[in-house]
């Protein structure tokens, strides 16, 4: 009995003393710096040092060029590329490139480097480094091509070189000389610059990550070019980054410290004083609004959700009239201020309006149920008789079940004498549900919501939603994703016959959406472009094949000893760049 | 005894691949695939057709998963059996053994201490309901400790972060970084359990506690530490040890919603995340994981019978 004592008594103690070192905790690595070069201390402007806390969504990856949240901290904080974007209207400035030259046919791009830029380890920035980072981002050996923020911007060769049809050096980027770097285009693109500056095109050390090869994303190992460097990143927990001493380029930042806790975020400790700012949630947004609403800020988002059609064997929602009723018998102003609070914006149009100009007004349903009632009739359905009940597909993975939905078919009832109801599913059936050959029985569309990453409203037209597969007969379907799915054929054959049968089966809408993309593609003017970009916006809002319902917004709380914090609104409302942040404390 | 032994890991052995196979062939079967998880979750349903076949492509390529499956499931078997078992598909830059290697100590703290501290508190409560059997000392105690067991440990939890970091100041609502840190997790995840093993104890005690030699002890004078503590508690373990060894195993596989609420980086997130987002490498450890740590348990555990109660001998 003795001995179960003493041994009992031994665990405990033991169990004691281990506590002291808390297995799991990260380790201080000390990387051996170069001594920094001699910073003048800033006499006026934001006040330098402090640190700001906050959360940021799981990296899965610390590489700028592996899609995942990684990619993002890269771009605000750790490294920069040759140009960044001043504010949150994305206007170009100069990083890493101090100046820059067109052509006359807008087809070339000459970069001309800060003189004296370093990496965080000292060695030399230069062109060279800017060239092998951008072919190493659209190499589908590094699955850079997970990440959409490449698409479109139509640097000459990439997508070959991305199918395997060219090698490397034919790609449409040079370094001409240590500062200069030339990029060529295949087409004009005014916002070719704006593009520049997402997560392709940041910089990464080609001796580091040939050196350590997955192991280069370490705190210890990682050499990057930005005001911040990486201090330590222990997985699913936190990630600490510190000011570089040896960065050389025109956008310094001011904080010492950075320390962003992974997700999921908490609110109680931003009232804990433990963060500096988290995201407000619509369940607590009405006590924030009460108890501190000096310290809430909100953007609306370039996020936005809707429905898009699903085909198969039931014919009735592919008359577009049915869908264009569908789509105009929604009071969005109402359901949005009365039902979801204003915590989302109502969307009539597929461009938010955060994108500025006149994309969101122009190319938007009205609300108009007189004219609805009167569509859905023509259509052979007066007050909803003989429609079939529609459903809308979701899945509780990606959100929960939103009462906007839910308002969303009650209009419909009302309004139209539609009824409608909601298939909730786990998101690998939804994921395959989405884009099968339904049967007979079931009409409905699935829920969607995707935001371009900068205000490009060409984004919000080529990056997504498209009339390709409009097809004029629905059971044309079901042979597209035979050919889809067969294994025998190889990619490229695949893709040129998926390309053709397109062509040829889809609607009178589909047919010109593509004609016009070709049309596009072809033109090199973008002023001649811009009427065609219209056009294709025009008959997208016609066909009805997507019917936009709201945009989100982001809400967020920022302690007041925090300045500088500039929402980003294709980003859920993180800083535009931690650079900006400063403390007053 | 060797004999024994030999005999159990053999079984184990077979235990874990027969659980390999069931994962494996569920894990195929289940709809959805890891890319359209990521294509889900970021919202890229179209972009260019052709880089999104090239770039599915590559992947598959990447991650053997164009091989057929037999040949997919003995290279998973083989990695395991050689502690490489290539990058996870959530974390490409992470090894599951990486992961694995960090992760594990870190539930295995918290689950050390957690078991420790509800052994700490349900064992005397366990004795004390059952020396005052059916008096308002046992009642309290049952129903305090039932209280612990009917109240998840997710919410548990919010009330120990409500209380210890909002309203008192004492605590950080979160993280894994000082020894502080390990207090609110330890708690909300060890009050749970304190219920039922209090209720195990005061069975078991009850049975001893009738036995003929405790009444003989008693009558040969002896003091309470000696009959109670010194012949009843050694003899009322073995239930006690049945249920906390399967519950030592359980945490430390990793609890999920402690984890994510703390912040602290175990391989629950990882785990769970894993069966969400079809990353099949680590959604086969962890199940294989899983079995293993439990087996291992159920070992240690039936060892400890033979040391606990010389009566139970193996040959």
């Given at each position: 009995?003795?001995k179960?004592w003493v ?7 033991s ?10 905790q990260p380790?201080?690595?000390e ?8 910073t ?9 040092g402090g640190s ?7 990296p899965?990856s610390m ?7 990684g ?14 974007w ?11 490139a101090?100046s ?7 087809l070339?791009y000459?970069?001309?480097l800060?003189k004296?830029?370093t990496w965080?380890n000292g060695?030399?920035l230069t062109a060279k480094?800017f060239?092998?980072?951008l ?9 850079a091509?997970?990440s ?10 990439a ?5 395997g049809?060219?090698t490397?050096d034919?790609v449409?980027?040079?370094?001409i ?19 520049l500056?997402?997560?392709w095109g940041l910089?990464?050390?080609q001796?580091?990550?040939e050196?350590f090869g997955?192991d280069?994303?370490k705190p210890?190992n ?9 201090k330590?990143w222990t997985?699913?927990s936190e990630?600490v ?16 410290q950075?320390?962003l806790?992974l ?7 931003y ?7 988290v995201e ?11 108890n501190m609403?000096?310290q809430?800020?909100a ?6 959700q809707?429905?898009?059609?699903m085909f198969g064997d039931?014919?009735t929602l ?15 102003d ?6 979801s ?6 969307a009539y149009?597929?461009?938010p ?6 994309w969101?007004s122009k190319?938007?349903?009205k609300?108009?149920v007189?004219?609805a009632k009167k569509?859905?009739?023509d259509a ?7 429609l ?5 597909l979701?899945?509780y ?10 308002a969303?078919?009650d209009?419909?009832k009302?309004n139209?004498?539609?009824?409608a109801?909601?298939?909730n599913l786990?998101?690998?059936l939804?994921?395959q ?6 049967p ?9 919501s ?8 060409i984004n919000y037209?080529?990056?997504n ?6 097809w ?15 294994k025998?054929m190889d990619?490229?054959t695949?893709?040129?016959?998926m ?8 609607s009178p ?7 016009l ?5 072809k033109e090199?003017?973008p ?12 008959i997208r809002?016609d066909?009805?094949?997507y019917i936009?319902l709201?945009v989100?917004?982001?809400f967020?709380?920022v302690k007041?000893h925090i ?9 859920i409302?993180?800083p535009?760049y931690?650079?900006?942040l400063?403390?007053t404390? | ?5 030999s ?6 052995v077979i ?7 069931l994962t ?15 294509r889900?979750?970021s919202?890229d349903?179209?972009?260019?057709e ?7 492509a590559?992947?598959?390529?990447r991650y053997?998963?164009?091989k ?6 003995l290279t998973?078997?083989k990695g ?8 996870s598909f959530q974390?490409p ?5 990486e992961?694995i ?11 050390i201490f957690?078991v420790a501290l509800?052994?700490?508190i349900?064992v ?5 309901a ?6 308002v000392w046992d ?7 039932m209280i ?15 209380l210890?970091?909002?309203?008192l100041?004492w605590?950080?609502?979160?993280g ?5 840190h390990v ?5 909300a995840?060890g009050?749970?359990?304190v ?9 078991s005690?009850v ?8 009444a003989a002890?008693?009558?040969k004078g002896?003091?309470f ?6 012949h009843?508690l050694?003899?009322s373990l073995?239930?006690?040890?049945t249920v906390?060894g399967?519950?030592?195993a359980?945490?430390m596989?990793g609890?999920v ?10 391989l ?6 894993a069966?969400n ?5 680590l959604?086969?450890t962890s199940?294989v994981f899983f079995?293993?740590?439990?087996m ?10 033979g040391?606990l109660d010389?009566r139970?001998?193996f040959?």
């Open positions: 009995m003795r179960t041994l009992l008594l031994t665990l405990l103690v169990v004691g003393l281990l506590s002291g070192c808390l297995p799991g380790k201080e690595t990387k051996k710096d170069p001594a920094p070069a001699t003048g201390q800033k006499t006026d402007g934001p006040k330098q700001f806390t906050s959360f940021i969504i799981n899965t590489d700028p060029h592996i899609y995942s949240y990619a993002h901290i890269h771009r605000m904080a750790l490294s920069e590329g040759l140009v960044t001043k504010n949150a209207k994305f206007e170009v400035g100069p990083a890493s101090e820059w030259t067109v052509s006359p046919d807008k070339t000459t970069f001309k800060k004296g830029l965080s060695d030399p480094d060239e092998y980072s072919k190493r981002a659209i190499d589908p050996k590094t699955w091509g997970a959409a923020s490449y698409q479109g911007a139509g640097i000459l060769n997508v070959a070189f991305q199918r049809e060219v490397a034919k449409g980027v040079k370094a000389d240590e500062t200069t770097l030339e990029i060529k285009l295949d087409k004009a693109n005014d916002n070719f610059l704006m593009r500056a997402e997560v910089p990464v050390h001796a580091t990550v050196k997955k280069w994303t210890e990682m050499v990057t070019n930005g005001p911040f460097k990486l330590s997985v699913n990630i980054m510190v000011r570089n001493d040896n960065y050389k380029g025109p956008n310094p930042g001011n904080l010492d950075i320390k806790f997700n999921p975020a908490n609110i109680l400790a009232e804990n004083n433990e963060v500096d700012s407000v949630t619509s369940a607590d947004i009405d006590r924030i609004k009460a609403p000096e809430l800020i953007t609306e988002t370039g996020a936005v809707g429905f898009w059609l039931n014919q592919m008359d577009k009239r049915v869908r264009q009723a569908l789509a105009m018998a929604v009071d969005r109402k359901i949005a201020k009365v039902v609070k204003d915590t989302v914006a109502p149009s597929l461009f309006s955060i994108i500025g100009g006149d969101s190319y938007a349903y609300y108009d007189a004219a569509l859905l009739a052979g359905y007066p007050d909803g008789k003989g079939p009940e529609v459903t809308l979701i899945s993975n990606i959100a929960a079940t939103d009462p906007f939905t839910m969303v078919i209009e419909w009302t139209l004498g539609v009824k109801k909601v298939e786990e998101w690998g939804f994921s549900k989405r884009f099968a050959y339904q007979a029985d079931f009409a409905g569309m699935f829920n969607f995707w935001t371009s990453p900068y205000p490009d409203a037209l080529r990056g939603w498209g009339l390709d597969t409009l004029a007969d629905g059971t044309k379907y079901k042979e597209y994703l035979d050919l889809q799915n067969d025998a990619a490229a695949k893709t040129k016959k390309e053709e049968f397109r062509l040829a089966n889809a809408e589909g047919k010109r959406w593509m004609e993309k070709a049309a596009i593609d090199a003017d002023a001649k472009q811009l009427p065609m970009y219209q056009e294709m916006a025009q809002l066909a009805a094949m936009p709201n989100a917004k982001a967020r709380v007041p300045k500088g914090y500039e929402m980003n609104p294709f980003l409302g993180y535009m931690y650079r900006s400063y403390s404390k | 005894m060797l004999r024994f032994l005999r159990r890991l053999g079984f184990m235990a874990l691949v027969f659980v390999s196979l494996f062939t569920l894990m195929h079967m289940a709809p959805g695939n890891f890319l359209d998880a990521k889900i979750s919202g349903v179209s972009g260019d052709q880089a999104s076949v090239d770039v599915i590559e992947m598959e390529k053997g998963l164009d057929p499956l037999y040949v997919q499931y998973y078997m395991m059996a050689t502690w490489d078992m290539g990058p974390f830059q992470l090894h599951i053994e992961i290697e960090k992760a594990f100590p870190v539930s295995l703290t918290l689950a957690s509800s052994i700490i349900a005397p409560l366990g004795i004390l059952a020396v005052k059997q059916n008096t009642y309290l105690s049952m129903f305090l400790s612990g067991n009917s109240i998840p440990a997710y919410v548990l939890a919010v009330f120990l972060i409500l210890f970091s909002l309203k100041h605590l950080p609502t979160a894994w970084t000082e020894p502080r207090i609110m997790p330890v708690l995840l009050l749970g359990s219920g039922g093993i209090a209720r195990y104890m005061r069975t005690m049975e001893a506690l009738r036995q003929d030699y405790i002890a008693w009558a002896g003091s530490t000696k009959v109670v503590l010194g009843a050694r003899n073995i239930p006690l040890i906390v399967p519950q030592l359980r945490l596989v609890t919603f402690i984890e994510s609420m703390f912040r602290v980086p175990g629950g997130s990882y785990f769970t995340l069966a987002t079809r990353d099949y490498p959604l086969m199940s079995a293993f740590v439990i291992a348990m159920n070992l240690v555990v039936d060892l400890m019978y040391f010389p139970i001998r040959e």
